[in-house]
């Protein structure tokens, strides 16, 4: 019995004939197994063969008169690959095509089709770039055979491919069969070999390379050039387009990276200073020498550029809307709808625009003129500014209908209650109203000795404002441990560095003192198993310690305070119903969410805007975070193509905090070289690696892209392969 | 299927291995059947198509062993002769272009009467490049002192090898000797293949001791011959390899002995009793032509076979002997000797018996596929000539 494969180099057509010999081996026939070498570069037409006898085979010629042919690619299907089947012998495909398709062809043989690609695909076999099918189609192989099962496998294990033996089990059990309808239908048997090429003389030969050969045939599938979700532009929770602006701060400087930024957000001065930066949580360069600073070169494209230039954008009639709260979250929604040409109109209890921005986070983090420079830039673009009014529900109702539309972002105005007994004592103060006090130049100096009750970064801006304050000791209390503190590593870095102590698992059960404050009782807390937020939980024991102190600030948390919305209305999801009805009303940020951070509250704000001009009838992309898990793994990243180097890292003023003095902490990037770490993951940055690394030649530069002369690319993959970013990948023409 | 003869002292096992395998496999059992004496060890350059025995090779445990992966082909022999000088068994493995650039040192191998053992796998010598069987790579050798062996199939790749220690080793000899095998059609062509056990080969392959290896004397390997000195080192190299085909029957014998199956002679005839035509070929050639063989036969025609496996020292006395009676002989080479003709031809010519008629048939050359039709063609051709032409360039492919 003589067998014969076709395929493409690359689909491993050589192994596929081995294992077949391997088989019959294991039965007890004599067997010989052997491939067409040197015309075997990825995607060129190879075949191999394998001959079984009961008896020592002595020939040793190719195979010319096949029992059974095996087609590793149906686009090689042509009447040179089935010349010389024996009438009647087995045709075996890879193909997608169910068999009705295939019926009325090739009537002389038993036809039998198997999509041994999408199988092997399905088992993840082959490498990145091409998928492997040998394996595959040797299981469909045994069924028509007869071969059993058990002995496909032991022939899979003697050659170490057992990993590779359920999509062969797969295809065994998938491969549909028709048998031979017309014997007579075979062509002739002995029919003369198909002309050969001429042999040209030596002189003939003029152009280098010949370009008679047009390897495009060859291909079964196709590099292209395609951008990839880069991780850090899946994790940022505003939607920036991180790789963006930091890839046009590396090539076209600060001011274009502004323009990149400014399509999204509105605060990068501050977001480049205190987002806890998810994105170098995602970065691919973490696997390898340290992730980008991408929050530095934020910072460090804010503080360098000057204000974006933005044409005013023409279209429907703007809308009207109104943005209740003028927090980050607010402001974002305003800048949002600024940017799409509607007119936003910000109303803000406090004097000024900017909610926890000026209120909450202190200036040694977050200088006040940064704040006011992105907030008169919002103001650049029409948006108008209400300050200084709470709102009643009554006003509310009113403002909602002076406009189309109404956007709600008033943050987390209600601080949770210690709860226990004696927080009413004097000296007892929720952290945020401290803050409040502190920032909009209330505060007072401070004596003795402050305990923060809280892990967050409202319980670091607390600590380390006390200590400017002029407090001799502070201390501050967390229940968990310190993994689980959700305060920002570096400020919980940077409060220690300063002086302030961490007390960990530590709960306030109780506040001591005849009028005024004396102590706090901690009591020790024990680690429990985790509960449903996967953190384990606190389980608080009878071991408790009084504290002597001065001060209590509760930094234990905050919710929304929705008394203000006139009655009737409610929130279901984001959008807010009056009776059951929908108004063209969104809620933002915290208010909406509670998610914490700057970063989320632009998302939210962004998401808001959208929403609420699409309830008005606007057309428009809803804005949506992208899936982390479509972002480009740090496997697909080639490392090899990029030199180790270190990131920059912040630079701070000295250690030593002077009372008094709220003066930045940190001053950034000395520069925005850091940008040229970043990998540009799934962004193309026309590094030329695919046009070097090409062995056909055929990626050229056209302009400022590249071209594929898909003639002569023969598929093999090696372009996308040595892409040191995936940007680009293999995809069936 | 090989049966497997358990508890019997020839005990094998049959293998599917492809014949790069096999020699490495052989190589390997020779290496450690001298791990009594001073070890194993050789230097390994790749090439398409040897790289798999090679690759192999170095994959091997080998008590005593060392194989040097070195930049050439050039200073692989070379890293094999100081092993050889040393008194160690040596083995490597090369082809084509890269027998070309290692010629100096396979000469230089001869010369100085080292047992080295190389396989090589036969491929067309480019440029422009080929990578594919035929003879010219090895036969460019052939004067330069070493034995030659030329393989049909995968058995017979690693029983050589065995044989060719043994013979090459011999205190007669002390020649170096070549195993070659037609690339692909053998070198990536797997079969099964009876791997005989360590035991069975040590018996066959005693410790090596080299009589003029470097001992603790410091000695001039190579100096400068004087006219006469070169005369008689010459005819002691020529002597050696006049002894080889008495030496080789001693081995085949031995062979037999231990591991239960007789390697082939020089020349091997296949349907020559009452032939009065003989298609002479080597390597795997010669299957083809069995197979044209009985066609012929079955159509009356008397023809038989010859196949040439050692072909140095050229095996004149069997060729007359096989050829006495025959009176046309066609003489299939995979080679050429530009401006000449097959080489095969041009050496067989003496042997041939007075009168005969010997044609010349080129064809293979650069891998074409030897199929039985074009030997069938061969045999009709040689029956309708009056007298002998130039050799006959076919093209097969």
């Given amino acids: 019995m003589e067998i014969r494969l076709h395929g493409r180099g690359g689909q491993g057509g050589v192994t596929c004939a081995k294992i077949l010999a391997t088989t019959y081996a294991r039965l007890g026939k004599h067997v010989q197994t052997f491939g067409d070498y040197a015309g075997e570069r990825s995607g060129a037409p190879v075949r191999a063969y394998t001959r079984v006898e009961d008896r020592p085979i002595t020939n040793r010629n190719k195979v010319y008169r096949p029992d059974h042919l095996i087609v590793l690619d149906q686009n090689l299907l042509g009447a040179d690959t089935i010349e010389g089947l024996r009438t009647g012998g087995d045709l075996l495909l890879n193909t997608p095509r169910p068999m009705e398709e295939l019926n009325g062809q090739f009537p002389a043989y038993r036809l039998a089709a198997v999509d041994a690609t999408a199988i092997a695909r399905r088992h993840g076999i082959g490498t990145r770039s091409v998928v492997i099918v040998n394996t595959t189609i040797a299981g469909a192989f045994a069924r028509l055979r007869e071969i059993p099962l058990p002995v496909l496998e032991a022939a899979y294990r003697a050659l170490g491919l057992l990993s590779n033996f359920p999509a062969a089990r797969e295809a065994y059990e998938a491969v549909q069969v028709r048998q031979a309808t017309d014997a007579c239908a075979a062509p002739a048997a002995g029919t003369a070999p198909a002309a050969r090429p001429p042999v040209e003389p030596v002189e003939a030969h003029v152009e280098s390379p010949p370009t008679g050969l047009r390897t495009g045939t060859w291909s079964s599938q196709r590099p292209r050039y395609v951008e990839h979700l880069a991780p850090c532009n899946a994790w940022c929770p505003a939607g920036n387009d991180v790789v963006g602006f930091v890839q046009a701060v590396a090539v076209r400087g600060e001011e274009a990276a502004a323009a990149v930024l400014a399509k999204s957000s509105p605060l990068p001065g501050t977001c480049g200073r205190v987002c806890p930066a998810p994105c170098m949580e995602g970065c691919n360069r973490a696997e390898y020498d340290g992730a980008v600073n991408i929050r530095g070169i934020e910072r460090w494209i804010s503080d360098h550029a000057p204000a974006p230039s933005r044409a005013a954008p023409a279209g429907l009639r703007p809308l009207s809307i109104a943005v209740v709260g003028g927090g980050p979250a607010g402001l974002a929604a305003a800048h949002s709808l600024a940017l799409l040409g509607h007119r936003a109109r910000v109303f803000e209890g406090e004097r000024e625009l900017g909610g926890i921005l000026v209120t909450g986070i202190p200036a040694y983090r977050l200088p006040r003129d940064v704040v006011r420079r992105e907030v008169a830039r919002i103001l650049d673009l029409g948006v108008e500014a209400r300050c200084g009014e709470f709102l009643s529900a009554e006003r509310l109702r009113e403002i909602a209908r002076e406009h189309d539309g109404l956007v709600l972002a008033t943050g987390l105005q209600a601080p949770r209650p210690a709860g226990v007994r004696g927080d009413h004592l004097a000296g007892v103060e929720q952290g945020i109203a401290f803050l409040h006090r502190v920032n909009l130049g209330e505060g007072a100096r401070l004596e003795g000795r402050v305990v923060v009750l809280g892990g967050g970064n409202t319980a670091m801006d607390c600590a380390r404002s006390a200590l400017r304050l002029g407090a001799a000791r502070v201390t501050v209390a967390y229940r968990r441990t310190r993994q689980e503190m959700p305060a920002i590593r570096e400020e919980i870095e940077e409060a220690e560095r300063e002086g302030v102590e961490i007390l960990l698992q530590r709960q306030p059960v109780g506040f001591r003192g005849n009028g005024r404050l004396q102590s706090v009782d901690l009591a020790e807390v024990d680690m429990g198993e985790p509960d449903a937020s996967g953190r384990r939980r606190p389980v608080v024991t009878a071991r408790v310690a009084s504290l002597a102190c001065d001060r209590a600030l509760l930094a234990l948390g905050q919710s929304a305070d929705r008394g203000f919305l006139p009655p009737g209305w409610e929130l279901r999801g984001q959008q807010v119903f009056e009776d059951g009805r929908p108004l063209p009303a969104f809620a933002a940020g915290d208010f909406a969410t509670g998610d914490g951070t700057v970063a989320h509250a632009i998302g939210s704000g962004r998401r808001a805007a959208t929403l609420l001009l699409r309830a008005l009838g606007r057309e428009l992309e809803l804005f949506e975070r992208p899936e982390r898990s479509l972002a480009v793994p740090a496997t697909d990243i080639r490392f090899d193509h990029f030199e180790r180097r270190a990131a920059a890292p912040d630079r701070h003023v000295g250690e030593s905090v002077h009372a008094g003095s709220f003066g930045e902490v940190a001053l950034g990037l000395p520069d925005g070289l850091e940008s040229h770490r970043c990998f540009s993951c799934g962004h193309c940055t026309h590094c030329d690696t695919c046009l070097v690394y090409c062995p056909e030649g055929v990626v050229r530069r056209a302009g400022p892209d590249y071209d594929l002369d898909y003639a002569y690319c023969k598929g093999c993959g090696i372009c996308v392969h040595e892409c040191p970013r995936s940007g680009m990948e293999m995809s069936t023409p | ?397």
């Avoid at chain 2, 798999?52 to 445990?61: A, D, N, S, T």
């Avoid at chain 2, 029957?249 to 082939?264: D, I, K, L, M, S």
């Avoid at chain 2, 009985?294 to 050829?323: C, K, T």
């Fill in chain 2, 1 to 397: 299927m090989p049966a497997e003869r358990d508890g019997d002292e020839h005990a094998v096992t049959a293998e599917l291995l492809s014949a790069n395998h096999a020699a490495a496999t052989a190589a390997a059992l020779a290496g450690r059947a001298n791990r009594a004496g001073r070890g194993f060890g050789g230097g390994v350059y790749p090439i398409t198509p040897q790289s798999e025995c090679i690759e192999l090779l170095c994959r091997q445990e080998i008590e005593k062993g060392r194989i040097v992966r070195v930049e050439s082909e050039h200073s692989a022999m070379a890293v094999c002769m100081g092993f050889s000088l040393a008194g160690a068994r040596a083995f490597t493995a090369s082809s084509s272009n890269g027998l070309a650039y290692m010629a100096e040192n396979v000469f230089a191998a001869a010369m100085y009467r080292l047992p080295i053992v190389m396989m090589a796998v036969n491929r067309t010598l480019g440029p422009p490049w080929n990578i594919w069987v035929d003879h010219g790579d090895t036969l460019m050798l052939r004067d330069s002192g070493w034995i030659q062996f030329y393989c049909e199939d995968n058995q017979e790749v690693l029983d050589t090898i065995l044989l060719a220690y043994r013979l090459a080793e011999d205190a007669r000899v002390l020649l170096p000797a070549l195993v070659c095998q037609d690339a692909f059609v053998l070198s990536h062509t797997m079969a099964q293949t009876e791997v005989p056990d360590q035991a069975a080969v040590d018996r066959f392959l005693p410790p090596l001791d080299l009589p003029h290896r470097l001992r603790d004397r410091a000695v001039t390997v190579g100096g400068l011959d004087l006219p006469h000195e070169t005369e008689v080192h010459r005819r002691q190299l020529e002597d050696a390899l006049r002894r080889v085909p008495s030496v080789h029957a001693e081995c085949q014998t031995a062979f037999e002995q231990v591991f239960g199956r007789r390697p082939a002679d020089a020349v091997v005839p296949y349907r020559m009793e009452d032939a009065r035509i003989a298609v002479v070929s080597m390597g795997t050639t010669a299957a083809t032509v069995r197979r044209a063989v009985d066609e012929a036969r079955a159509g009356g025609q008397p023809v038989g076979g010859l196949r040439v496996r050692m072909f140095r020292p050229f095996p004149e006395l069997q060729l007359a002997h096989a050829l006495a009676g025959i009176e046309r002989i066609a003489v299939l080479d995979r080679d050429i000797s530009l401006g000449h003709g097959g080489v095969l031809w041009s050496e067989l010519r003496g042997a041939a018996p007075r009168g005969a008629l010997v044609q010349n048939y080129v064809l293979g050359l650069g891998g074409g596929d030897i199929r039985p039709e074009h030997v069938s063609w061969v045999i009709d051709d040689l029956r309708a000539r009056c007298a002998a032409g130039a050799p006959e360039m076919m093209e097969v492919a």
